[in-house]
Protein backbone atom coordinates (compact mmCIF):
# COMPACT_ATOMS: atom_id res chain seq x y z
CA UNK A 1 0.00 0.00 0.00
CA UNK A 2 1.23 3.25 -1.12
CA UNK A 3 2.28 5.37 2.36
CA UNK A 4 -0.15 7.96 1.44
CA UNK A 5 -3.19 5.70 1.43
CA UNK A 6 -1.33 4.01 4.49
CA UNK A 7 -1.81 6.80 6.45
CA UNK A 8 -4.95 8.13 5.50
CA UNK A 9 -6.59 4.34 6.22
CA UNK A 10 -4.59 4.63 9.56
CA UNK A 11 -6.81 7.81 10.26
CA UNK A 12 -9.81 6.09 9.00
CA UNK A 13 -9.97 3.75 11.54
CA UNK A 14 -8.37 5.29 14.32
CA UNK A 15 -11.18 8.25 14.34
CA UNK A 16 -13.64 5.19 14.33
CA UNK A 17 -11.77 4.17 17.55
CA UNK A 18 -11.83 7.33 19.26
CA UNK A 19 -15.31 7.44 18.85
CA UNK A 20 -16.21 3.85 19.81
CA UNK A 21 -12.87 3.12 22.80
CA UNK A 22 -14.43 0.10 23.66
CA UNK A 23 -10.97 -1.30 23.55
CA UNK A 24 -9.72 1.56 25.89
CA UNK A 25 -8.44 -1.24 28.98
CA UNK A 26 -6.23 -3.26 26.49
CA UNK A 27 -3.11 -1.40 25.97
CA UNK A 28 -1.83 1.71 26.01
CA UNK A 29 -2.75 2.86 22.42
CA UNK A 30 -6.34 3.32 23.18
CA UNK A 31 -5.53 5.68 25.94
CA UNK A 32 -3.37 7.23 23.93
CA UNK A 33 -5.87 7.38 20.88
CA UNK A 34 -8.26 9.00 23.98
CA UNK A 35 -5.85 12.17 24.17
CA UNK A 36 -5.98 13.22 20.22
CA UNK A 37 -8.88 14.09 18.17
CA UNK A 38 -6.70 13.65 15.21
CA UNK A 39 -4.50 11.37 13.59
CA UNK A 40 -1.96 13.09 11.97
CA UNK A 41 1.04 11.38 10.03
CA UNK A 42 3.34 11.90 13.20
CA UNK A 43 0.45 10.78 15.38
CA UNK A 44 0.00 7.52 13.37
CA UNK A 45 4.05 6.51 13.33
CA UNK A 46 3.95 7.12 17.37
CA UNK A 47 1.02 4.66 17.82
CA UNK A 48 2.00 2.00 16.08
CA UNK A 49 5.28 2.03 17.52
CA UNK A 50 3.03 2.03 20.75
CA UNK A 51 1.17 -1.18 19.47
CA UNK A 52 2.88 -5.01 20.05
CA UNK A 53 0.42 -6.86 18.04
CA UNK A 54 -0.92 -8.92 20.89
CA UNK A 55 -4.11 -8.74 18.63
CA UNK A 56 -6.90 -8.25 21.73
CA UNK A 57 -8.68 -5.53 19.80
CA UNK A 58 -8.93 -7.10 17.08
CA UNK A 59 -10.43 -10.09 18.04
CA UNK A 60 -13.10 -8.11 20.74
CA UNK A 61 -13.27 -5.79 17.74
CA UNK A 62 -17.52 -6.05 16.27
CA UNK A 63 -16.48 -3.49 13.55
CA UNK A 64 -13.60 -5.91 12.13
CA UNK A 65 -14.48 -7.36 8.67
CA UNK A 66 -16.99 -8.27 7.27
CA UNK A 67 -18.90 -4.94 8.60
CA UNK A 68 -17.90 -2.15 6.36
CA UNK A 69 -15.82 -0.31 8.80
CA UNK A 70 -13.36 -3.40 8.44
CA UNK A 71 -11.36 -2.16 11.13
CA UNK A 72 -8.29 -3.95 11.58
CA UNK A 73 -5.88 -2.17 14.05
CA UNK A 74 -3.32 -4.98 14.37
CA UNK A 75 -2.95 -4.82 11.12
CA UNK A 76 -2.57 -1.43 10.11
CA UNK A 77 -0.40 -0.42 12.96
CA UNK A 78 1.95 -3.18 11.80
CA UNK A 79 2.27 -1.87 8.36
CA UNK A 80 2.72 1.49 9.58
CA UNK A 81 5.40 -0.19 11.91
CA UNK A 82 7.43 -1.55 8.76
CA UNK A 83 6.96 1.83 7.12
CA UNK A 84 8.61 3.99 9.98
CA UNK A 85 11.73 1.55 10.33
CA UNK A 86 12.19 2.13 6.43
CA UNK A 87 11.91 5.54 6.72
CA UNK A 88 14.18 6.00 10.04
CA UNK A 89 16.79 4.34 9.00
CA UNK A 90 20.05 4.97 6.99
CA UNK A 91 21.29 4.09 4.02
CA UNK A 92 18.35 4.48 1.63
CA UNK A 93 19.11 1.14 -0.18
CA UNK A 94 20.10 -1.29 2.70
CA UNK A 95 16.65 0.36 4.88
CA UNK A 96 14.86 -1.31 1.74
CA UNK A 97 15.25 -4.39 3.45
CA UNK A 98 12.95 -3.81 5.58
CA UNK A 99 10.07 -4.33 2.60
CA UNK A 100 12.22 -5.65 0.20
CA UNK A 101 11.90 -9.26 0.94
CA UNK A 102 15.15 -10.96 0.52
CA UNK A 103 17.88 -8.09 1.00
CA UNK A 104 17.95 -8.35 4.77
CA UNK A 105 17.99 -12.19 4.44
CA UNK A 106 21.23 -11.73 1.62
CA UNK A 107 22.21 -9.08 3.57
CA UNK A 108 22.91 -11.47 6.75
CA UNK A 109 23.73 -14.44 4.73
CA UNK A 110 26.99 -12.59 2.35
CA UNK A 111 28.10 -11.49 6.19
CA UNK A 112 27.95 -14.99 7.67
CA UNK A 113 29.32 -16.39 4.98
CA UNK A 114 32.04 -13.83 4.65
CA UNK A 115 33.53 -14.36 7.73
CA UNK A 116 33.40 -18.19 7.80
CA UNK A 117 35.41 -18.08 4.46
CA UNK A 118 38.02 -15.88 5.65
CA UNK A 119 38.22 -17.84 8.67
CA UNK A 120 38.57 -20.81 6.71
CA UNK A 121 41.24 -18.98 4.16
CA UNK A 122 43.22 -17.42 6.68
CA UNK A 123 43.19 -20.04 9.94
CA UNK A 124 45.66 -23.00 8.73
CA UNK A 125 43.75 -26.49 9.36
CA UNK A 126 46.42 -27.57 11.76
CA UNK A 127 45.19 -24.95 13.77
CA UNK A 128 41.24 -24.87 13.12
CA UNK A 129 41.29 -28.60 13.73
CA UNK A 130 43.34 -28.96 16.77
CA UNK A 131 42.27 -28.79 20.50
CA UNK A 132 42.92 -26.15 22.21
CA UNK A 133 43.01 -25.75 26.15
CA UNK A 134 43.93 -23.52 28.63
CA UNK A 135 43.89 -19.41 28.84
CA UNK A 136 43.77 -17.78 25.27
CA UNK A 137 42.76 -21.02 23.32
CA UNK A 138 40.00 -19.22 21.46
CA UNK A 139 42.78 -17.03 19.72
CA UNK A 140 44.80 -19.89 19.40
CA UNK A 141 42.27 -20.02 16.37
CA UNK A 142 41.01 -16.46 15.84
CA UNK A 143 43.32 -13.97 16.71
CA UNK A 144 42.15 -11.15 19.63
CA UNK A 145 42.30 -8.16 17.47
CA UNK A 146 41.07 -9.83 14.06
CA UNK A 147 37.51 -10.23 16.92
CA UNK A 148 37.74 -7.27 18.67
CA UNK A 149 38.29 -4.55 15.40
CA UNK A 150 35.14 -6.12 13.40
CA UNK A 151 32.89 -5.97 16.41
CA UNK A 152 33.70 -2.57 17.94
CA UNK A 153 33.25 -1.25 14.19
CA UNK A 154 30.19 -2.67 13.69
CA UNK A 155 28.67 -1.85 17.03
CA UNK A 156 29.47 1.37 16.38
CA UNK A 157 28.29 1.55 13.14
CA UNK A 158 24.77 0.55 14.54
CA UNK A 159 24.75 3.07 17.00
CA UNK A 160 25.39 5.24 15.03
CA UNK A 161 22.50 4.87 13.15
CA UNK A 162 20.72 4.06 15.87
CA UNK A 163 20.95 7.59 17.21
CA UNK A 164 19.79 9.41 13.88
CA UNK A 165 16.79 7.13 14.05
CA UNK A 166 15.84 8.44 17.51
CA UNK A 167 16.00 11.99 16.11
CA UNK A 168 13.99 11.39 13.96
CA UNK A 169 11.47 9.55 15.59
CA UNK A 170 11.15 12.50 18.45
CA UNK A 171 11.44 14.77 15.57
CA UNK A 172 8.22 13.58 13.46
CA UNK A 173 6.10 11.66 16.26
CA UNK A 174 3.51 14.25 15.95
CA UNK A 175 2.12 16.94 18.97
CA UNK A 176 5.64 16.39 20.71
CA UNK A 177 4.80 16.49 24.51
CA UNK A 178 5.22 19.80 26.10
CA UNK A 179 6.44 18.75 28.88
CA UNK A 180 10.62 17.92 27.85
CA UNK A 181 11.93 13.75 28.79
CA UNK A 182 11.97 13.56 32.98
CA UNK A 183 13.40 10.36 34.72
CA UNK A 184 10.52 9.84 35.59
CA UNK A 185 8.70 8.85 32.42
CA UNK A 186 11.59 7.54 31.50
CA UNK A 187 11.60 5.18 34.51
CA UNK A 188 8.24 4.34 33.88
CA UNK A 189 8.76 2.96 30.01
CA UNK A 190 11.82 1.09 31.28
CA UNK A 191 9.45 -0.71 33.93
CA UNK A 192 6.92 -1.23 31.39
CA UNK A 193 9.62 -2.57 28.47
CA UNK A 194 10.74 -5.14 30.77
CA UNK A 195 8.13 -6.47 32.14
CA UNK A 196 6.81 -6.55 29.00
CA UNK A 197 3.14 -4.84 30.74
CA UNK A 198 1.60 -3.96 27.02
CA UNK A 199 1.53 -7.92 26.05
CA UNK A 200 -0.83 -8.38 28.76
CA UNK A 201 -3.63 -7.85 26.23
CA UNK A 202 -5.49 -6.30 29.13
CA UNK A 203 -4.78 -8.93 32.09
CA UNK A 204 -6.17 -12.15 30.08
CA UNK A 205 -2.62 -12.21 27.80
CA UNK A 206 -2.12 -11.83 24.17
CA UNK A 207 -4.76 -13.40 21.80
CA UNK A 208 -1.83 -14.60 19.91
CA UNK A 209 -1.71 -17.02 17.95
CA UNK A 210 -5.18 -17.33 17.89
CA UNK A 211 -7.93 -15.48 19.83
CA UNK A 212 -7.96 -17.17 23.07
CA UNK A 213 -5.47 -14.87 25.17
CA UNK A 214 -2.82 -16.12 26.95
CA UNK A 215 0.64 -15.72 28.75
CA UNK A 216 3.18 -17.97 26.66
CA UNK A 217 3.82 -15.10 24.10
CA UNK A 218 4.62 -12.56 26.54
CA UNK A 219 6.49 -15.92 28.52
CA UNK A 220 8.71 -16.72 25.32
CA UNK A 221 9.26 -13.08 24.52
CA UNK A 222 10.52 -12.59 28.42
CA UNK A 223 13.17 -15.24 27.73
CA UNK A 224 14.19 -13.66 24.71
CA UNK A 225 14.72 -10.09 26.06
CA UNK A 226 16.18 -11.18 29.27
CA UNK A 227 17.90 -14.14 27.56
CA UNK A 228 19.69 -11.14 25.30
CA UNK A 229 20.23 -8.99 28.82
CA UNK A 230 22.38 -11.77 30.16
CA UNK A 231 24.34 -12.30 27.29
CA UNK A 232 25.36 -8.74 27.18
CA UNK A 233 26.19 -9.34 30.73
CA UNK A 234 28.34 -12.34 30.19
CA UNK A 235 30.20 -10.17 27.35
CA UNK A 236 30.76 -7.31 29.47
CA UNK A 237 32.28 -9.54 32.61
CA UNK A 238 34.10 -11.10 30.04
CA UNK A 239 35.60 -7.87 29.02
CA UNK A 240 36.24 -7.11 31.95
CA UNK A 241 38.00 -10.24 33.52
CA UNK A 242 40.21 -10.03 30.19
CA UNK A 243 40.88 -6.23 30.02
CA UNK A 244 41.07 -5.19 33.41
CA UNK A 245 42.51 -8.65 35.33
CA UNK A 246 44.24 -10.37 32.67
CA UNK A 247 42.54 -13.26 32.87
CA UNK A 248 42.36 -14.83 29.47
CA UNK A 249 38.60 -17.22 28.47
CA UNK A 250 37.80 -19.44 28.18
CA UNK A 251 36.75 -19.25 31.28
CA UNK A 252 35.67 -21.96 34.43
CA UNK A 253 31.84 -23.54 33.76
CA UNK A 254 31.45 -21.56 37.62
CA UNK A 255 32.95 -18.41 36.74
CA UNK A 256 30.10 -15.64 36.15
CA UNK A 257 30.39 -15.03 32.50
CA UNK A 258 30.01 -18.71 31.83
CA UNK A 259 26.65 -18.58 34.22
CA UNK A 260 24.91 -15.38 32.40
CA UNK A 261 26.63 -16.83 29.24
CA UNK A 262 24.84 -20.59 29.50
CA UNK A 263 21.46 -18.58 31.25
CA UNK A 264 21.18 -15.84 28.12
CA UNK A 265 21.74 -18.49 25.38
CA UNK A 266 19.73 -21.33 26.68
CA UNK A 267 16.58 -18.58 27.39
CA UNK A 268 16.90 -17.12 23.86
CA UNK A 269 17.32 -20.40 21.80
CA UNK A 270 13.42 -21.35 24.29
CA UNK A 271 12.55 -17.95 23.29
CA UNK A 272 13.37 -17.95 19.93
CA UNK A 273 11.99 -21.02 18.89
CA UNK A 274 8.40 -20.50 20.94
CA UNK A 275 7.87 -16.99 19.22
CA UNK A 276 9.20 -18.30 15.76
CA UNK A 277 6.41 -21.45 15.93
CA UNK A 278 3.90 -18.83 17.56
CA UNK A 279 4.53 -16.90 14.48
CA UNK A 280 4.09 -19.50 11.69
CA UNK A 281 1.15 -20.85 13.39
CA UNK A 282 -0.33 -17.03 14.00
CA UNK A 283 -3.61 -16.03 12.35
CA UNK A 284 -2.45 -14.29 9.29
CA UNK A 285 -5.77 -11.73 9.41
CA UNK A 286 -4.45 -9.40 11.72
CA UNK A 287 -0.97 -9.67 10.39
CA UNK A 288 0.77 -7.09 8.54
CA UNK A 289 2.17 -7.27 5.30
CA UNK A 290 5.94 -8.33 5.33
CA UNK A 291 6.22 -8.26 9.19
CA UNK A 292 5.64 -11.82 9.98
CA UNK A 293 8.70 -12.35 7.24
CA UNK A 294 10.65 -9.66 9.50
CA UNK A 295 9.71 -11.41 12.51
CA UNK A 296 11.27 -14.66 11.30
CA UNK A 297 14.60 -13.55 10.51
CA UNK A 298 15.28 -11.66 13.44
CA UNK A 299 14.23 -14.88 15.43
CA UNK A 300 16.59 -16.98 13.12
CA UNK A 301 19.32 -14.87 13.45
CA UNK A 302 18.76 -14.34 17.31
CA UNK A 303 18.20 -18.13 17.52
CA UNK A 304 21.37 -19.61 15.48
CA UNK A 305 23.58 -16.99 16.83
CA UNK A 306 22.71 -18.31 20.77
CA UNK A 307 22.54 -22.05 19.53
CA UNK A 308 26.11 -21.92 17.80
CA UNK A 309 27.13 -19.91 20.87
CA UNK A 310 26.26 -22.85 23.36
CA UNK A 311 27.48 -25.48 20.86
CA UNK A 312 31.03 -23.83 20.87
CA UNK A 313 30.88 -23.70 24.87
CA UNK A 314 29.77 -27.37 24.70
CA UNK A 315 32.70 -28.26 22.84
CA UNK A 316 35.26 -25.81 23.52
CA UNK A 317 37.60 -28.80 24.65
CA UNK A 318 37.59 -30.67 21.39
CA UNK A 319 38.75 -30.16 17.91
CA UNK A 320 35.58 -29.27 16.59
CA UNK A 321 35.74 -25.69 18.59
CA UNK A 322 37.49 -23.81 15.94
CA UNK A 323 35.00 -24.43 13.30
CA UNK A 324 32.20 -23.30 15.42
CA UNK A 325 33.99 -20.45 17.00
CA UNK A 326 34.30 -19.51 13.27
CA UNK A 327 30.58 -20.20 12.47
CA UNK A 328 29.39 -18.46 15.81
CA UNK A 329 31.67 -14.81 14.75
CA UNK A 330 29.90 -15.41 11.18
CA UNK A 331 26.42 -15.30 12.40
CA UNK A 332 27.46 -12.63 15.34
CA UNK A 333 28.23 -10.77 12.48
CA UNK A 334 25.47 -11.10 10.35
CA UNK A 335 23.23 -10.11 13.88
CA UNK A 336 25.71 -6.97 14.16
CA UNK A 337 25.18 -5.97 10.38
CA UNK A 338 21.26 -6.59 10.25
CA UNK A 339 20.40 -5.17 13.40
CA UNK A 340 19.68 -1.52 12.01
CA UNK A 341 17.77 -3.41 9.19
CA UNK A 342 15.80 -5.88 10.54
CA UNK A 343 13.55 -5.99 13.55
CA UNK A 344 15.68 -5.57 16.55
CA UNK A 345 14.61 -1.99 15.90
CA UNK A 346 11.49 -2.17 17.47
CA UNK A 347 13.34 -2.32 20.84
CA UNK A 348 14.71 0.82 20.03
CA UNK A 349 11.47 2.49 18.94
CA UNK A 350 8.87 1.04 21.37
CA UNK A 351 11.30 2.09 24.30
CA UNK A 352 11.22 6.02 22.97
CA UNK A 353 6.55 5.47 21.89
CA UNK A 354 6.50 4.11 26.15
CA UNK A 355 8.71 7.17 27.13
CA UNK A 356 6.61 9.63 24.99
CA UNK A 357 3.45 7.85 26.20
CA UNK A 358 4.98 8.21 29.95
CA UNK A 359 5.16 11.96 29.17
CA UNK A 360 1.98 12.24 27.98
CA UNK A 361 -0.06 10.29 30.49
CA UNK A 362 1.87 12.16 33.90
CA UNK A 363 0.94 15.74 32.37
CA UNK A 364 -2.70 14.39 32.64
CA UNK A 365 -2.82 13.25 35.68
S1 LIG B 1 -10.91 -1.87 17.67
FE1 LIG B 1 -13.12 -1.93 17.23
S2 LIG B 1 -14.07 -2.28 19.22
FE2 LIG B 1 -11.99 -1.62 19.62
S3 LIG B 1 -12.14 0.59 19.91
FE3 LIG B 1 -11.64 0.23 17.73
S4 LIG B 1 -13.64 0.19 16.72
FE4 LIG B 1 -14.03 -0.07 18.90
S1 LIG C 1 -3.01 -5.14 18.97
FE1 LIG C 1 -2.87 -5.07 21.21
S2 LIG C 1 -1.25 -3.57 21.59
FE2 LIG C 1 -1.96 -3.25 19.48
S3 LIG C 1 -3.57 -1.72 19.61
FE3 LIG C 1 -4.58 -3.71 19.71
S4 LIG C 1 -4.78 -4.11 21.92
FE4 LIG C 1 -3.24 -2.51 21.67
Not at 8 to 13: K, L, P
Not at 205 to 215: A, I, L, Q, R
Not at 267 to 276: E, K, Q, S
Request: aromatic residues 12%.
Amino acid sequence: MPELVLFQEANRQLVICNACRYCEGYCAVFRAIEVRRTFAEGDVLYLSNLCHDCRACYYACMYSDPHEFAINIPQIMSDVRVASYKRWSWPAFFARSFTDRWLGIALALFVAALVVVLGTVLVSPTQMFASHRGPGAFYHVIPYLAMVIPAITLFFYGVTIWLAASVRFWREQGNAPTRPMSIRAVTQAVGDALSLRNLAGGGAGCSYPEEKPSSVRRVYHSFVSWGFLAALTSTTLAAIYQDLFGWLPPYSLSSAPVIFGSAGGVAMIIGTAGLAWYKIKSDPAPGGAGAARLDLVFLATLGSVSLSGMLTLALRGTPAMGSLLTIHLGLVAAMFVSAPYGKFVHFLYRSLALVKYHIEQNQLH
